[in-house]
């Protein structure tokens, strides 16, 4: 059994950083690839990004492309989730999830996660 657990939110003022943490315990093969999504009042659930197991791989959604940057350390089975420059619309409901696929790839769709964290609240606003 794999448990996710986020931390590291809270009130940012626009144009602040905050850095979201993923912390990963319990029965896992290796290191699992993860991917970080979030739930704005109102919306459906959207993929923000993703890290493959070694970290070589990542994808992110074009809102926030040079802005959020997903790092990992295996030896301290955490992810990391780096966001600068954040926006109002950046307000969400931040969680992780893994999935352990045959290669060293990442995927942005929801539907291959199995494992979820509790989420972490971001509120951007001055």
Known sequence: ??????????????????????????????SPALGWFRRAPGKERENVGCISRSGAVSHYINSVKGRFTISRDNAKNTVYL???????EDTAVYYCAVEAPAID??????????????????????
Do not use: A, H, K
Not at 19 to 25: A, D, E, P, Q
Not at 82 to 88: D, G, H, K, S
């Open 105 to 126: 790839v990442c995927f942005q769709s929801d539907g291959r996660y199995l494992t979820w964290g509790q989420g972490t609240q971001v509120t951007v606003s001055s």
């Open 82 to 88: 780096e966001m600068n420059r954040l926006q109002p």
């Open 1 to 30: 059994q794999v448990q996710l657990v986020e931390s590291g939110g809270g009130l940012v003022q626009p144009g602040g950083s905050m850095r979201l943490s993923c912390g990963i315990s319990g029965r896992t093969r290796g």
